[in-house]
């Protein structure tokens, strides 16, 4: 069997504070390290050769990845980082409080904002606030979005997996993601087949190591489980 670890980053300091973070760079938190650390030493305990990790270029994601592998005795493992992994971008609610944010605009219109499928928040108009937005971290001649729903996140994750990350895992390779929430999402609704309304409905937890079984030579999920049980959330059905 062939084996894909997709790993949510541990918690940041505008997950503890309530924030909409997206693409802006953020600290890990110590719980959020210790997270990290746990990650690498459950992904240690499965005894799974992997090959290569895959995480985006925002920082939390990226130190996520490099204490897991570190707990793993893997800090040697390659590793590729791309932008396509990268958080779902919040747009003009980048950086505000969530709570305050839906006493403002109404509990309901957040929710469509947050949750929805293919509904995106308003543009960011000056992304210039925020210096890790405008960055050279971003391929010349790329042009970055100012705001996506989860459907815009697919569009750009699954390309990105088509092209360079499943051929390895038909290929029979076992490979670590580290990204975000909604990337990984994204990731999800793809190998287990999720409709768009049930998508809506599935949270990935921080720092939780979602290890996924596929069948040789194909992306037929066979099982899936979170490694650390306590702190699961549901999966969707098996396609």
């Known amino acids: 069997m062939t084996y894909l670890a997709l790993i949510r980053h541990g918690q940041s300091e505008w997950n503890l504070q309530n924030r909409f973070t997206g693409w802006v760079d953020v600290k890990l938190t110590q719980e959020g390290r210790n997270q990290a650390v746990n990650t690498g030493k459950a992904l240690k305990e499965t005894g799974i050769p992997f090959s290569a990790a895959y995480t985006s270029v925002l920082t939390r994601a990226i130190l996520t990845l490099n204490l897991a592998l570190e707990n793993m005795d893997q800090l040697w493992l390659p590793v590729i980082k791309d932008w396509r992994l990268n958080e779902r971008h919040y747009g ?10 839906a ?55 699954q390309p990105y997996w088509q092209s360079d990350i499943a051929p390895r895992v038909t290929g029979g390779e076992n490979l670590l993601i580290a990204a975000h929430g909604n990337s990984l999402r994204a990731l999800v609704k793809l190998l287990f087949n999720v409709s768009d309304d049930e998508i809506v409905g599935v949270e990935i937890p921080t720092g939780n190591p979602l290890l996924i079984e596929l069948e040789d030579g194909t992306l037929k999920v066979k099982s899936a489980r979170y490694l650390d049980e306590a702190r699961a959330t549901a999966l969707p059905k098996l396609p």
């Open 92 to 101: 003009g609610l980048t950086g505000l409080n969530k709570a305050e944010t």
């Open 103 to 157: 006493e403002e605009h109404g509990e309901e219109q957040v929710k469509i904002w947050r949750r929805s499928y293919d509904i995106p928040p308003p543009a960011l108009d000056d992304p210039s606030e925020f210096p890790s937005l405008t960055d050279g971290r971003y391929p010349v001649g790329v042009e970055t979005p100012v705001t996506e729903s989860l459907k815009t996140t697919l569009d750009r994750v």
